[in-house]
């Protein structure tokens, strides 16, 4: 089942990615419902199945977590997949975020249209 995107999941994960340390990171975690993390989980497999187009900079930001990034993508169970970011750490999440906000912005404004 696709996860369903709207803005309070995009204002959910942001307070997520903006986590100062790791126990807030760890704390707002767990405050993102199912649906929040299997967005994350979908937007990781969009980035590197080369659905949306990603600039250089994050590309480079996201590169030291590639490994990670393509464990992630992988999985499609939420208690899982919330496992997997939480022992990420929020060192990804910051620098996806700017590809996750771009891509709810397109589908609004194509749902505008």
């Known amino acids: 089942m696709m996860p369903e995107w709207n803005f309070n999941v995009t204002k959910r994960i942001a307070a997520c990615a903006n986590s100062k340390n ?6 707002n975690l767990k405050t993102l419902d199912d649906n929040d993390v299997m967005c994350i989980v979908e937007a ?6 080369g659905t949306v187009n990603v600039s250089p900079v994050i590309k480079r930001q996201l590169r030291p977590h590639a490994q990670e990034l393509r464990r992630l ?4 169970i939420t208690k899982k997949a919330r496992r997997q970011l939480s022992q990420i750490g929020g060192a990804i999440l910051p620098a996806l ?3 996750i906000l771009s891509v709810v912005s397109s589908l609004v404004s194509h749902a505008l249209q």
């Open 44 to 49: 990781v497999d969009n980035i590197l199945s």
């Open 73 to 76: 993508s992988a999985i499609r």
């Open 97 to 99: 975020l700017p590809v």
């Open 22 to 27: 790791l126990p807030d990171f760890k704390k």
